[in-house]
Nanobody, 120 residues
Framework: QVQLVESGGGLVQAGGSLRLSCAASGSIFTTNVMGWYRQAPGKQRELVATIASGGSTNYADSVKGRFTISRDNAKNTVYLQMNSLKPEDTAVYYC??????????????WGQGTQVTVSS
């Protein structure tokens, strides 16, 4: 059994910063791609950023230069540093981790979501 726990969301003024964390625990053999997604009210869930096991990253155009994704493989944790936040960044943010569990089965796991609200 694997669980993902997110933290770090909240309310911030435009121009401010937040750091999200997502920690995976349980029977984990390896973690592969880790990522962050977001879903604003009335919109589809969209990719924010991903990071591969080797460290290569990918960002949505809307967050390039403002957000930074990173990971700590020893802690099975992925982070999202969000700077220069804008009201349009307001959404529920979800982490997703592609991992191989202790029985060597590959699964995608999702976090429970954390609300990020940016006021103007």
């Amino acid at each position: 059994q694997v669980q993902l726990v997110e933290s770090g969301g909240g309310l911030v003024q435009a121009g401010g910063s937040l750091r999200l964390s997502c920690a995976a625990s349980g029977s984990i053999f390896t973690t592969n791609v880790m990522g962050w997604y977001r879903q604003a009210p009335g919109k589809q869930r969209e990719l924010v950023a991903t990071i591969a096991s080797g460290g290569s990253t990918n960002y949505a155009d809307s967050v390039k230069g403002r957000f930074t994704i990173s990971r700590d493989n020893a802690k099975n944790t992925v982070y999202l540093q969000m700077n220069s936040l804008k009201p349009e960044d307001t959404a529920v943010y979800y982490c997703k981790i592609d991992l191989r569990d202790g029985l060597l089965r590959n699964y995608d796991y999702w976090g429970q979501g954390t609300q990020v609200t940016v006021s103007s």
